[in-house]
Every structure is written in C-alpha cells, then in structure tokens.
C-alpha cells in the first residue's frame, strides 16, 4: 500500500511539474522591443517620399504609436552623432520577412542610369518585421 501511494505521489509530482514548466515556456518568452531604432549610414544618394538622403540617418520604428494609429517610423538626420532634424515620418506596413543578421534598407531598382533608387522597405536586425513604406 505504502509503495501504490509513493507511485501515485511520483506521478502527481512529475504531471505538475510538467504543467508548471509549460505555464513558465508560455509565459517567459521574450517581447518584441516596443521601439527600435539604428544609425544608418547611407553612401549613395537615395529618394526616400520625396526626399533625398545621403549620409547618417537615425532609423526609428515605434510599436506604441503604431497601436495607436499614428505614424510609427521616423527617419531622423544627424548632427554630432546626435538626432537634429525629422527627415520624414509615416505609418508604415508591416512585413514578415527572415530575420535578419544587420540593418537592411530595401531599395527599387534603377528606372534610368541617371534615376535614384527610392527606399522601399527598413528591417532592423535580429528580427523578421519588415516596415514598408506605404
């Protein structure tokens, strides 16, 4: 009798500890960063919604604005390696993509050889969201 209730009490514990670790894999996954941002240097003039860039740029997506309905990427200039003016800001589309190893900024190809690429798209690293712009 002492050996059916110690089986019954190895069980008990072994299916608790179970669903307890289940309850910890659901729940001690990692967030998204709310807000993300990268300094990009950017060596060919580019088009980004009618603007022209050259040089380092602060590339910034914040989810809360998203959520909210306002415009969540803004691309800032830098000055002294610090944020001076906003560039543009727009609502951006949400893309899944690979996870990427570093930065990426999607550009179009090339209408002409004398046409600028236009900026299409800006990934951060380390994640698989795409922010397009619309």
Same mark, same amino acid.
């Given at each position: 009798?002492?050996?059916?209730?110690?089986?019954?009490?190895?069980?008990?514990?072994?299916?608790?500890?179970?669903?307890?670790?289940?309850?910890?894999?659901?729940?001690?996954?990692?967030?998204?960063?709310?807000?993300?941002?990268? &300094?990009?240097? &950017?060596?060919?003039?580019?088009?980004?919604?009618?603007?022209?860039?050259?040089?380092?740029?602060?590339?910034?997506? =914040?989810?809360?604005?998203?959520?909210?309905?306002?415009?969540?990427?803004?691309?800032?200039?830098? $000055? =002294?390696?610090?944020?001076?003016?906003?560039?543009?800001?727009?609502?951006?589309?949400?893309?899944?993509?690979?996870?990427?190893?570093?930065? &990426?900024?999607?550009?179009?190809? $090339? &209408?002409?050889?004398?046409?600028? $690429?236009?900026?299409?798209?800006?990934?951060?690293?380390?994640?698989? =969201?795409?922010? $397009?712009?619309?």
């Amino acid at each position: 009798m002492k050996r059916l209730a110690l089986i019954i009490l190895i069980v008990t514990l072994v299916a608790s500890a179970t669903l307890f670790s289940d309850k910890l894999s659901v729940t001690g996954k990692a967030e998204t960063p709310r807000r993300q941002q990268a &300094i990009v240097e &950017i060596t060919e003039p580019v088009k980004l919604l009618g603007v022209i860039l050259k040089g380092n740029y602060l590339f910034v997506h =914040d989810e809360e604005k998203m959520a909210q309905g306002a415009p969540c990427s803004y691309i800032y200039s830098l $000055r =002294d390696g610090k944020p001076d003016k906003l560039v543009a800001s727009y609502h951006c589309v949400h893309m899944n993509r690979q996870t990427a190893g570093s930065f &990426i900024l999607r550009l179009s190809h $090339r &209408i002409s050889p004398t046409s600028l $690429r236009e900026v299409e798209e800006f990934q951060f690293a380390g994640t698989g =969201d795409g922010h $397009r712009i619309p």
